[in-house]
């Protein structure tokens, strides 16, 4: 098979090995059900992984978006619960407010680890002040969403292909889109044929603020109720989904279906550890392991592929 | 006249005074909220856990100044595991100190090479490559430590907290070692080849630097330095903690790029890590003092850090 090919397919065989070993495993995880459970938490995970691909393709880093998702949870939680109209409003807040910072950060030519790593604690705080304990009610409507039982195929998937399909299209496709990863390849080059730098980086980040806002959402909608820090795991996670999912911090080189395959390798790696019954003591070392094992295997496929 | 305006803007041009300024002024303020009352002992508290943050924050430093890309975020675990091996082997023994000092840089030496080895001979970006032997060195941490509880030496324990005139040892000792690595980063030919290669890789490369040692040898320094610190850390907080490191992750961070070292590599510095860990303590101490709950206190400690950095931006040469 070409390098290439075989590269492009690496967070998909990855994903198959690990969900075939679960299936060996625990065979009655093959039924509806047993899908539904292994892969609902993948939905907000892939979305969060989906804002960290935005910025990345801009060549940033998001060190902010797990505390960003626990506060749109806290958010609808509380603000859209009980007074929608609020809540809507405060979570538009939040994606403009993503939205400015990109512009900052372009303006100021800042780092971009430094300011999310400040923003960070701000969204942290915010969450803080609205849910000081645990708690709130996701609304009725959310929680039904998330819970969905359409026939055949189980709600989790059918999110994870719809989710990835619209970021493929919208960023691989559209002639916009490769504008955007265009900055991140070269952003002189982008700016020279006449595209606005600032526009693409504000794009990129308040979509990253919307598809944060969805994750918070989403997540929301499954536990039923929030906490401020439940999301903070996700900001390495959502890193470490974007690079196993075929993603590069620079060049603009993302690859949205990616992102969605390494957030769910990354959860199903979780669970496939528990099956496993590994000792709790050593189940976070084991998923440094497990990442390591992938991204050296890439290593080895890029190196066939320069030997030809 | 003129001889002290240009000396003023040539401080102001240093891309560390603003972490100075930033710390003097929320001590101003500290002082003038508290009524003067607790402005020494809020100076050694400064001085003493801001010892902690530039300890980590110097090996942090030399990473980034490595270039995009290159940062260690693997410190919490290893500060933890440093700690852990030290305080069991130790068991309260003071005889036991040096050979628990010793394995506790010998922690850190392991997990420098090892990072290292993930990067270079694995090709993972160090990121990744970092948070995931993070995820490995915590895990060995919990097997090794089980949940007990040992003390440390008393004489360990009382070691950080001692001073001298009012003045902590650990502040004095970090002051030292920063000095010494401010040399080191300035004046060698190790340093420059650090900033050298932060600057463009392949320039330094061609230039005769032996680019992945230099490299291998600023990922073991932040690793042992951060071994130091965990090491110092839970004698002073009276053992081990699994958590003990959680902070230093993003601090050691912030720390690096407040005191003026450039994210993307190429210019580090050192002095400026002193004032932005005083800052930073500092800052928290207000907060406290002026009791506001955690969520205010958090947002404020986001919003004064990111105009901090937009202040400084508009101080940076025009390019």
């Known amino acids: ?308 | 006249m003129n001889g002290a305006t240009s000396l003023a803007q040539r401080m102001l041009a240093k891309p560390w005074i603003w972490a100075y300024i930033a710390a003097a002024m929320v001590w101003l303020a500290s002082v003038v909220i508290t009524g003067g009352s607790a402005a020494p002992g809020l100076l050694t508290a400064a001085l003493t856990f801001g010892s902690f943050f530039t300890l980590v924050a110097i090996g942090q430093m030399f990473v980034i100044t490595l270039g995009p890309g290159n940062v260690d975020l693997s410190i919490p675990g290893t500060m933890v595991l440093a700690a852990t091996v030290a305080i069991k082997t130790m068991d309260g023994d003071a005889a036991m100190i040096p050979v628990g000092l010793a394995l506790a840089l010998l922690v850190g030496i392991a997990v420098g090479f090892f990072n290292f080895a993930l990067i270079r001979l694995l090709r993972i970006p160090p990121i990744i490559a970092t948070l995931s032997s993070s995820f490995i060195i915590l895990s060995v941490a919990i097997v090794w430590n089980r949940g007990l509880r040992i003390k440390p030496p008393e004489i360990l324990g009382d070691f950080p907290s001692a001073d001298v005139l009012g003045f902590p040892i650990i502040a004095l000792l970090v002051i030292g070692l920063a000095v010494i690595m401010h040399v080191m980063l300035t004046r060698t030919i190790y340093g420059r080849s650090v900033t050298a290669i932060g600057q463009n890789p392949r320039a330094a490369r061609l230039s005769g630097v032996n680019v992945e040692r230099v490299r291998l040898t600023a990922y073991v320094a932040c690793a042992l330095f951060a071994s130091l610190a965990g090491f110092l850390l839970a004698s002073f907080s009276g053992g081990a903690a699994l958590n003990m490191g959680d902070p230093y992750l993003l601090t050691s961070i912030a720390v690096v790029v407040i005191g003026g070292t450039s994210v993307a590599g190429g210019f580090g510095n050192v002095p400026g890590l002193w004032g932005a860990a005083l800052f930073l303590f500092l800052l928290a101490a207000m907060l406290n003092t002026l009791g506001f709950g955690e969520g205010v206190r958090q947002v404020l400690t986001g919003v004064i850090v990111i105009v901090v950095i937009v202040v400084a931006s508009f101080r940076r040469a025009p390019d």
């Open chain 1, 1 to 308: 098979m070409e390098p290439r090919v075989l590269r492009a397919l690496m967070p998909a065989l990855s994903l198959a090995v690990i969900l075939a070993a679960i299936f060996y495993l625990r065979p009655n995880t093959v039924s509806y059900f047993g899908l539904n459970l292994l892969l609902n938490l993948a939905v907000p995970l892939s979305l969060a992984t989906l804002a960290q691909m935005f910025i990345i393709t801009v060549n940033d880093l998001d060190l902010s978006i797990g505390a960003y998702v626990g506060l749109t949870a806290g958010i609808g939680a509380t603000l859209l619960q009980d007074t929608p109209v609020l809540g809507v409003a405060a979570l538009i807040g939040c994606v403009v407010a993503y939205g400015a910072l990109g512009a900052l950060i372009h303006w100021r030519r800042l780092p971009s680890i430094v300011v999310t790593l400040g923003m960070s604690f701000v969204w942290l705080g915010l969450a803080v002040i609205l849910l000081p304990t645990p708690g709130g009610t996701a609304p009725e409507w959310l929680r039904s969403l998330m819970t969905m039982k359409p026939e055949l195929i189980p709600f989790p998937i059918i999110a994870l292909v719809v989710v990835a399909g619209i970021a493929h299209v919208g960023l691989m496709w559209s002639p916009y889109g490769a504008v955007l990863r265009g900055v991140g390849g070269n952003a002189r080059a982008v700016q020279r044929a006449g595209w606005s730098l600032l526009k693409a980086k504000v794009t990129m980040y308040a979509l990253a603020g919307l598809a944060g806002a969805l994750a918070g959402l989403a997540l929301l909608g499954l536990s039923g109720a929030a906490d401020a820090r439940f999301a903070l795991p996700y900001t390495l996670l959502s890193i470490a989904g974007v690079i196993l999912g075929g993603g590069e911090f620079v060049g603009g080189r993302v690859s949205p279906i990616g992102a969605v395959i390494g957030a769910a390798t990354l959860l199903l790696a979780g669970s496939l550890l528990t099956f496993l019954k590994l000792p709790p003591d050593w189940q976070i070392g084991a998923q440094g392991a497990i990442l390591i094992i992938v991204l050296a295997l890439r290593v080895l496929v890029d190196r066939g592929g320069r030997r030809r």
